[in-house]
């Protein structure tokens, strides 16, 4: 699946001449400070009801400074707030990338992402971590980023199969030209049919509303077993669960 990414600096955006040449978009919320400045793209409300209007299946990214986990939730709180009474058919990403929180360490600043993204999964909606090859290589703890959540990784090369089977969306340029935008646009590649995935969650969930548990901070899958009168095996079993030690919280488990 071929599609972009943007925001207020794409300016004002055609998205019917757009939706011809494109399967999704991700479109920028906003982003999170560290003095509870967070701050909405100015574009995100247009770009979001067009796509809507046009039936374009939509994400959202959150470009972020926040320098802690404490800052990293209120931002998401925030971004929340902002999406609140809307839909989206792709995640909500964390953008890591800003060179003003590079000398955080490694492991917080994977716990600024897991933080993130654990508001953004207890509201609902799935999550993931968008960064540059270089941030997933030397700035954050990969492996434990992609057991959690789905990626997307900013790389500049050509063709178009660079990173299957190793990231969900590959950004491949930041200079793509698509009819309808004034000038440069950032394109990606989707190897993962995420919008289906996310699709079909969202109709277990309803299907299943009163058989659900959604996990929270310090569970485990024995104390979730003993609270429904089961066993951790038969939860593991019937959500798909490999390892019953990694759960996360956010995780929707159907019991």
């Not at 994400?59 to 925030?78: D, H, I, L």
């Not at 993204?117 to 993931?128: C, F």
Request: glycine share 8%.
């Amino acid at each position: 699946m071929f599609g972009i990414d943007v925001s207020e600096h794409n300016g004002t955006i055609n998205w019917s001449i757009v939706k011809n040449n494109i399967n999704f978009a991700i479109l920028r919320l906003g982003w999170i400070g560290n003095k509870n400045n967070h701050t909405l793209d100015k574009k995100f409300e247009e770009n979001y009801n067009k796509c809507k209007n046009l039936g374009i299946p939509t994400g959202a990214y959150v470009y972020c400074y926040s320098n802690c986990q404490e800052t990293a939730k209120q931002g998401a709180n925030w971004a929340i707030e902002k999406l609140k009474g809307k839909s989206l058919e792709l995640p909500v990403y964390i953008d890591m990338e800003d060179n003003s929180i590079a000398t955080v360490d490694k492991n917080n600043l994977t716990n600024i992402c897991i933080e993130f993204n654990t508001i953004i999964e207890q509201n609902g909606l799935w999550a993931g971590v968008y960064a540059n090859e270089n941030w997933f290589n030397n700035y954050l703890n990969k492996e434990e980023i992609k057991k959690r959540y789905t990626t997307w990784i900013a790389s500049y090369k050509s063709g178009n199969e660079c990173y299957k089977g190793e990231y969900d969306i590959w950004q491949n340029s930041s200079k793509g030209r698509i009819s309808g935008i004034s000038g440069n646009v950032d394109t990606n590649y989707m190897y993962r049919n995420l919008v289906s995935q996310i699709k079909e969650s969202d109709k277990k969930v309803t299907d299943s509303k009163e058989n659900i548990y959604i996990v929270k901070k310090g569970d485990t899958l024995s104390q979730i077993a003993n609270k429904y009168k089961t066993t951790y095996q038969n939860i593991a079993s019937k959500n798909g669960i490999k390892n019953p030690n990694l759960i996360y919280p956010g995780q929707v488990l159907n019991i």
